[in-house]
């Protein structure tokens, strides 16, 4: 971590810090008397690629971006200690915008061209971060599949929901806060944390942490940024049926399995056997068609005030909530 200001405090991260983390990113720190700080951000060679990621490929051969330089509340997120205790607070503030007229279609490789706030898309974000979570599931053996909002975007247009706040995949096997699992994350700048479920967000060691990074947003509270949630399944009934986190109902394993395949933004993921069954039970017959919403952007002050379903659900609460008007407040969509 490296600092600003002429006098500076040299400590031990031995020492003060926790060995929370398996893969540390520095082994040094200074803390300034000024109060502003950077964290050390990954090293992009250190970075593992597939032949066909074609993102890393591309930021791999870009100048290496400066740190995010943190100032008053915000230089808590030079230090990763006790970071899974600390849950959303640890994520990296990030904003963008959500309107579909603006953001229909967006991914990740757009986040290469640095965009600023006004013109960043929550859903590149999100983007990013499925196709990391899902490539480190499938590394690991957990055999990620897409659910819930995320498949919902890939069936209706092969796309992020561009309103929606996070990711949802769901897999099978164990997680544990110093596994595998966190260790790849670890690595690419992402913290995985325990929030009723396992969930997954951009951390401020990223590489692209410094354009993500919006200091006039508070320290991150739930749900309020860009995230993954993560959904244990498993057999249940002498494997009858499968169980996931969240779903409304077992799904009978000839629904699931063997996985079937969608396009989300031009790349193939594994889903559940019949999609269509899946999506059915959560979300209605009606599924495809988007339900009307009221505009909303990344600029809460200059429209009216919306009620999506994370102001309106529960740490534990359900994916298919319905409002008492029976509009489904995962899958809205905005008015023409």
Known sequence: MTTSGNSVLHIDLAKATST?????????????????????????????????????????????????VFQGDHTEL??????????????????????????????????????????RCYASVLHMLLTDVYDELQATGSDPILTFGTLLGAIRNGSMIPFTEDVDIAYSGTITGNGALNDAL?????????????????????????????????????????????????????????????????????????????????????????????????YGSDYLKPKPRKPEDAFPDEIEEVETRRSRRLVHGSKGFRSDDNILLEDQEEAP
């Open 20 to 68: 929370d983390n398996a893969v540390p990113k520095s082994t040094t720190t200074t803390v300034s008397t000024d109060s502003d700080c950077s964290p050390d951000t990954v090293d992009l060679k250190s970075i593992e690629l597939s032949a066909n990621n074609r993102f890393y490929a591309m930021l791999q051969t870009m100048e290496v971006l400066p740190s995010p």
């Open 78 to 119: 030079c230090s990763d200690h006790n970071r899974r205790d600390r849950g959303y607070r640890y994520c990296l503030p990030i904003s963008g915008r959500k309107a579909s007229n603006f953001c229909a279609g967006t991914d990740r490789m757009e986040l290469l061209a640095h965009p600023t706030t006004a013109n």
């Open 186 to 282: 670890w690595k690419k700048g992402y913290h995985l944390f325990d929030y009723g479920i396992w969930r997954v967000c951009v951390d401020p060691t990223h590489p692209l942490a410094s354009v993500l990074y919006d200091p006039e947003a508070p320290i991150v509270q739930e749900y309020e940024v860009p995230y993954v949630d993560l959904y244990k399944m498993n057999t249940q009934n002498g494997g009858k049926f499968w169980k996931m986190q969240e779903a409304k109902e077992w799904i009978p394993t000839d629904r699931v399995e063997p996985f079937s395949q969608v396009t989300l933004n031009g790349l193939s993921f594994d889903t559940l056997h019949d999609p269509n069954y899946f999506l059915t039970q959560e």
